[in-house]
């Protein structure tokens, strides 16, 4: 066997300089002859490490980054020989096995849905195939849909769009619908900024998340598949045509799936850039080609969805799920996570944590875990001060519930959600107070203008937060920005507007003495608020 | 006689006859016809004509719902309501600095106050030469690699307001041998 060198070349990578990477390893081999394979992956969730960069000799695996491209020659030359006695930095050298249980950030992580990502060539269906790729859709195609549904039930996975339904449950309610056609929807709109769990799997394993949808759609009964993903994400959409492509070409898309008498087809919709998109009804309005606004529910849509014909919604996680879920058991699954829920979740680790990037922890995890131990603590190596989750629908955990464990419910009793996935980590030079109207910023902007308690309520409390950001606010704006939250969590249609105040609610309940500081003494205790009206709250 | 002059400003319109006379231009038209009669194709159909003339001109979204039979306040509102799509030419290079939540912890804001003093425009502006168009972006995904700026495709990360400057001005200085 010759040697491999992989490279990390995904959105991530990409921004890191790493087709740069790929031309000077290019370089290098032409210079040097040597027998390789170039691979280029998706990515292995170390983005803070990127450019990443594996070589794998036979039985030896060694893991570098950053590897910019001047590094290259370097590390290749430890392979290859020719060093002329320079040595490579050994902070370069992430890790030596193939399996990567030396390097922390990844021997702490249970990789379930991503478990291939940065491993394979995500344009390659052999190498999906070699990897266990559609033998759980064979598997399934052998079982009546009935089982199949049971055997989702059974797992206990639970939307990771972050609402928590039971998946399996909304299979089942599909499957009951009598009107035909049916439709499934994969939800890629991943819209809250901090977030990229979505993207990552995509652009590293797309095949996994069309093995998903296609046992779906057995046990549903649906025909049709679209794939909602978002505008900002090009690398992505290019993956998923050209699994597409290759599904339709191996026989596991179009007309009788491999003599089943399933016929299915796939249809990749681009998102246009609208946050709201990423809620259910406002999603099937833009497939629809109109205005992405959201709608009354009941009826779900799995009783009356694209143009009123039973519809089932999934987020990409919750089908990349499926595939392990069948090829090992739904027992497996369910025993990876908590009572309530099963399996693990992939999460962003952002912010102010040294080793940044994408993380996947069964549930029930604690919080600690994940930020101390994967992610190393702070980078200025300041304590902890809060862990945002769930991006502007989320709230923040203080760090002295760092030992909360990753679950739907509990995380809900802290006041935050569990969200898509976005974990934003801040130490104490964020002020609660500016992150708070940093999210209303984006929320007012997001509201699609339907329901005025969103539309206006938003907007006056970003107004507010403003001037209490700018030393102006009053006792009495602290007891109107509570009572917006109430109005405009009570009064909106969709998950938008009803979670917009979460993170004012949380960063009120945690740290109500910063915002008092802000509104008594006109001071900003971490020193980021400008207090002067008319100016930028960052300070630059 | 005493001519009255009517109050109705749509009288004193001066008509110059159909403004799509004309056919549509034959590129536009091959994007048109691939999505007639499909009912859920007009996001799509704007999608596709963006990326040919870089944004959507007024003419092209009237030819749009006269072929495909959209009404003409239904298309403008697509072309409102969501934000990939604009109305007047960018420039040559479309920068975008994510105002995601990780960028924002790590002060992407002080890269846009740099960019935007350093070319005089300000978000949603184009330079005079049409070189720059400013712009922000929510999230790119990107977000290990905080703050992350984004030229047409490409993406930039571990930003500095600096840096951010610096890379603009070697596209500057690319352009120079052209002009």
Redesign the interface.
Known sequence: MSTVIRIGTS??G???GAESVVGAVNAYVDRRQVPVTIQRTGCLGA??N?PLVEVTDNDVAVLYGPVSPERVSLVLDRHFGGGGGRWVDPSWILSRRPDHDDFPFLARQTKVTTRLCGVIDPMSLDDYLANGGYMALRDALRMPPEKVIAAVRDSRLRGRGGAGFSTGTKWEITRRQPASPKFLICNAD???????MN??MIEGDPHRVLEGMLIAAWAIGASKGYLYVR????LAVKALRNAIRQAAEYGVSGKNILGSGLDFEFVI???????VCGEETALMH???????TPSMRPPYPSVAGLWGYPTNINNVESFASIPSILLNGPAWFAALGTEQSGGTKAF?L???VRA??LVEVPLGTPLRTLVEEIGGGCKSDRPVKAV?LG?PSGGCVPAELLDTRIDYEDLRRTGAIMGSG?M?V?DDT?CMVDFAR??LT?TQD?S?GKCVPCRVGTRKMLGILTKICHGQGTHQDLERLTRLCETVRTGSLCGLGTTAPNPVLTTMRYFEREYVAHVDAGLCPAGICSMRPGT?T?A? | MHRRVSANPIRRFNYQGDPLAEPAPADLMEILDRYRGQ??????V??EIQARYSFLPAKHLQYASRELGFPLA?VY??ST?????KLTAPGRYQVRVC?????????S??ML?HLSEKLGIHEEETTADGLFTLQT??????????P?MVIN??????MTPDLSWEILSELVASERPRV
């Open positions: 959105t991530c990409q921004a890191a983005c803070h990127e991943e819209g809250d900024p901090g977030a990229f993207r990552t505008a900002e994400y090009p919709k681009e998102g246009a850039g609208a946050f833009s497939i629809e080609g109109q205005r992405g962003a952002t912010g102010a940044s990037g945002q991006g976005g934003v801040v964020t940093y999210f984006f997001e699609c930028s960052r630059a | 009912r859920d194709a007009l996001i799509t704007l999608e239904q509102g697509i309501f969501y934000n990939v799509f105002k995601g939540t990780a960028c924002h912890v790590n002060r804001s002080a106050d972006v929510a999230c790119m995904g990107a977000c290990s690699l905080a992350v495709d490409q993406t930039y990360g571990r």
